[in-house]
């Protein structure tokens, strides 16, 4: 499934979605609001990672 966001899409395994629209309902918060909230708690976490460019091989692996 997609979130539009603007005139951008955000896709994610559906899993992943369903969680978030699990902590939502629990939250009582919209998927965008949560979603915001999580970029704010984790970017600094995300900044520390290397770039595609920084690492050999390429892509990420973000499987968890």
């Known amino acids: 499934d997609a979130l539009p966001i603007g ?3 955000l896709y994610f395994p559906e899993s992943m979605l369903q969680e978030i629209k ?8 919209s998927l965008s609001r949560v979603v915001q ?4 708690i984790s970017r600094l976490e995300i900044k ?3 770039s595609v460019n920084d690492v ?3 892509e990420d692996d973000d499987t968890e």
């Open 22 to 29: 699990e902590e939502a309902a629990r939250l009582d918060r």
């Open 7 to 9: 005139k951008q899409s």
């Open 37 to 40: 909230r999580a970029w704010k």
């Open 56 to 58: 050999e091989g390429g």
């Open 48 to 50: 520390k990672l290397p």
